[in-house]
């Protein structure tokens, strides 16, 4: 891979390049459109976590109600992450990590 450098000099850019913000912008922002961006951001986040409990237990190759079981939850938790209606947290969310990157060991702890 090629290195190239180059010189950036600030008084030739713009204001919406290279992370700067428009604060004409960021001031006229109202407290209505700040409440709906954060959900928006909940919002994805939710989805993040459901597809992450979705491609572990598909990775794993246990269905639904298989992977409850194997993992001490009830059917209905496994069906709330992966729909984005609940989200992992504390020792449910170390789990999964855990289940993905040593699935051998956490299973066979669980057993």
Do not use: Y
Not at 6 to 17: E, F, M, Q
Not at 71 to 91: C, F, M, Y
Request: charged share 35%.
């Amino acid at each position: 891979m090629k290195t190239v450098r180059i010189k950036i000099d600030p008084a030739v850019l713009t204001p919406s390049k290279f992370g700067r913000i428009d604060k004409k912008r960021v001031d006229s922002t109202t407290e209505k459109e700040i409440t709906s961006h954060k959900l928006m951001d909940e919002t994805e986040a939710n989805m993040d976590a459901a597809r992450f409990a979705r491609r572990v237990r598909k990775r794993l190759g246990f269905s639904q109600a298989e992977f409850a079981e194997r993992i001490h939850v009830s059917l209905d938790t496994i069906r709330n992450w992966e729909q984005g209606k609940r989200v992992p947290t504390g020792a449910a969310k170390a789990l999964l990590q855990v289940l993905d990157k040593a699935p051998e060991a956490a299973l066979a702890a669980l057993h």
